[in-house]
């Protein structure tokens, strides 16, 4: 059973973006229920294209869309992108700001002509000294110091994800949702800028936080200080690699019961958190060892049982055999334009404990809802095909 849960029905998107920002923002508010249409190109966005690990990206964030192509290049492109902004409620784009004044697509000239629709600009910064740099997630991540965090001292190193792009994304839905709420009582549209350095700069802001307060730098987080008496990776009997935390005295207490340590346990000098955590150059490989003589199927069912933080090392892939994951509504299942499906994780949040609708988040074809959409907005055959950049 689903809950009947989409807030934003009713409410028209219109999405011009590629790659991962922009497409992730718009999918997020077609999960929560919008109409959204993703105009492409006459060849269809680029993303769709890609290979390698670049493959998952325009089937993973595209879920759900309409989609119609438009020639922005010509007037009948343009005039029938006016046509349909004058139907909806938000417009998210991702081009450059001189591009998209070019087009006569500026936020300010789009909001001077529709005066309730939201513009939802993601963008590689917010307006200042950078705002015309061209941005990547990789390059803001350099940037701000998240990839210096991530790898060792020397090696900095990007996240293993689109993390950064996805919740930029992210960042830029919920701006939309708050101008949905400001607009119920103003009556107004507004422009909203996300900045993706400004949103990597937000993740890292725990680490500028503590060097404000303390005057030191965190170390980057293969070397970083420890604030756990256990926090770390070990192998089992079996040289399965497990993720083992102990991070109060009674995980503590209850690890050293359950790993048979008890003389780690009872030692005078580990009855306290700091204790326990300044002696981890000793204590740790006494741990290790401890788990070393135990299989990984004995750890993890005494772990689960007793509460200890757990969890073994798993590729991406492996996810499609793991028994959460694949609970009722743990994956939502999709089709591509070909046939072929796929299935990838919906938003992670339940309402009323069921979890979010799960219809239309398959993949349309380039421009498969062209001729629906604007033969309602009484365009012609003729004018459509103009106006798509199909050959009459």
């Not at 926090?231 to 040289?239: A, C, K, L, V, W």
């Not at 005494?302 to 200890?308: C, D, L, P, Q, T």
């Not at 993949?363 to 365009?379: E, H, Q, Y």
Request: include cysteine; hydrophobic fraction near 40%; charged fraction near 25%.
């Amino acid at each position: 059973m689903e809950p009947d849960f989409r807030p934003l029905a009713g409410l028209r998107v219109v999405e011009m973006t590629h790659m991962i920002m922009g497409p992730s923002s718009g999918m997020f508010l077609g999960f929560l229920g919008a109409e959204v249409i993703k105009v492409e190109p006459p060849g269809g966005d680029k993303t769709r294209d890609l290979t390698g690990m670049g493959s998952g990206f325009y089937p993973t964030f595209n879920r759900g869309k309409k989609s119609v192509t438009l020639d922005l290049g010509s007037d009948a492109g343009r005039d029938a992108l006016h046509r349909l902004l004058g139907t909806a409620d938000v417009f998210i784009e991702n081009f450059r700001d001189q591009s998209l004044a070019k087009m006569g697509l500026a936020p300010e000239e789009l909001r001077a002509r529709y005066p309730d629709l939201i513009v939802s600009s993601l963008k590689g910064f917010l307006k200042g000294p950078y705002e015309d740099r061209t941005a990547m997630d990789e390059v803001v991540q350099m940037m701000t110091g998240m990839a210096y965090m991530t790898g060792p001292t020397g090696r900095p190193l990007r996240i293993g994800s689109s993390a950064n792009d996805i919740m930029g994304g992210l960042f830029g839905a919920f701006a939309v949702l708050a101008a949905l709420l400001q607009r119920g009582k103003d009556g107004k549209g507004h422009a909203l800028r996300t900045g993706l350095f400004e949103n990597c700069l937000f993740l890292v802001s725990q680490h500028m936080v503590q060097f404000e307060l303390e005057g030191r730098e965190a170390p980057p987080m293969p070397e970083r200080e420890f604030s756990w008496p256990v926090y770390d990776i070990f192998e089992t009997s079996e040289g399965r690699q497990i993720f083992i935390g102990a991070v109060t005295e009674g995980q503590w207490i209850t690890l050293c019961n359950l790993l048979s340590l008890d003389s780690l346990r009872d030692d005078p000098r580990l009855q306290k958190r700091m204790e326990q955590i300044e002696a981890r150059g000793w204590t740790i490989p006494i741990v290790a060892e401890a788990v070393r003589a135990r299989s990984f199927a004995e750890l993890i069912e005494k772990f689960e049982a007793s509460g200890i933080p757990f969890s073994p090392i798993h590729r991406p892939a492996e996810m499609y055999q793991d028994p959460h994951v694949l609970r009722p509504g743990g994956l939502m299942t999709s089709q591509m334009p070909g046939g072929q499906t796929y299935r990838a994780p919906g938003l992670p949040f339940e309402v009323d404990n069921l979890g979010l609708p799960q219809d239309a988040t398959d993949i349309a074809a380039i421009g498969a809802d062209t001729r629906s959409v604007f033969s309602a907005l009484g365009m012609s055959d003729d004018e459509i095909a103009r106006a798509s950049g199909a050959r009459a």
